[in-house]
């Protein structure tokens, strides 16, 4: 019998902890949300305390109901949360599918962090949550947030539109198993 794969609660990579993300996030991750540069990649105004809490109560919803969710990235060496990363399910063309999603502080973008995280949360989906495909629904134009799937593997599958906005939706399957 296959053994029964163990998802691990937190995951380190070289420079990063990601772990479970905690209702207490707000205020850290307020420094990511309540950023323009950042919410410019999604067409919307800052958060605010309470669009916060509402975004972080979903995802702690999402992690109950699926056994998975968004992590939140702490830098280990400051300690300190620079953002989130992790998977969220959504509906997309008709179908639910996994989508592997990255936000990170600003002043902590182009040191390849977000790569780092979302290459840990790849192998996660695929080797612990054997999940057959993962996406990646990108807002046409947001160039760093493409390159990001491209370096992890994903490649362009088509241009959907959703509520008038046309999107990048990228995505990989999960690599056939090396024969022992
Ligand atoms: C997307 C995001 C997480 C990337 O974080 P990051 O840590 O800077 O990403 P990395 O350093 O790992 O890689 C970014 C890549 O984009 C490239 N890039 C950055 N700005 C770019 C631009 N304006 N045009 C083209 N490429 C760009 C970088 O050169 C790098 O590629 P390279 O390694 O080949 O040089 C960060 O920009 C972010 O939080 N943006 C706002 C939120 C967001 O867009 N989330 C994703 C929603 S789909």
């Known amino acids: 019998m296959a053994p029964i794969p163990t998802v691990p609660r937190t995951i380190e990579t070289p420079r990063l902890t990601l772990r479970p993300m905690r209702a207490d996030d707000g205020e850290a991750l307020l420094e ?17 305390r309470a669009d916060m809490e509402r975004w972080i109560r979903r995802n702690l919803d999402h992690q109950e109901r699926y ?27 008709g179908e639910s599918q996994a989508e592997l999603g990255y936000d990170l502080r600003s002043d902590h973008w182009h040191r390849g962090l977000a790569t780092e995280a979302a290459a840990a ?12 495909r993962l996406v990646g629904l990108i807002r046409r134009g947001n160039a760093p947030s493409r390159r990001v799937a491209e ?4 490649t362009l599958d088509s241009e959907p539109e959703r509520d008038g906005q046309r999107y990048w939706l990228y995505g990989m399957r999960r690599p056939a198993p090396v024969p022992a």
């Open 121 to 132: 949360v790849r192998d996660l989906a695929f080797d612990a949550l054997e999940l057959p």
């Open 67 to 93: 056994g998975y969710g968004l992590f939140t990235v702490v830098l280990r060496e400051t300690g300190m949360v620079i953002g989130d990363c992790g998977l969220e399910r959504m509906e997309i063309g």
């Open 32 to 48: 990511v949300f309540a950023d323009p540069r950042v919410m410019a990649a999604f067409g919307v105004p800052p958060f605010d």
């Open 151 to 154: 370096k992890i593997g994903m």
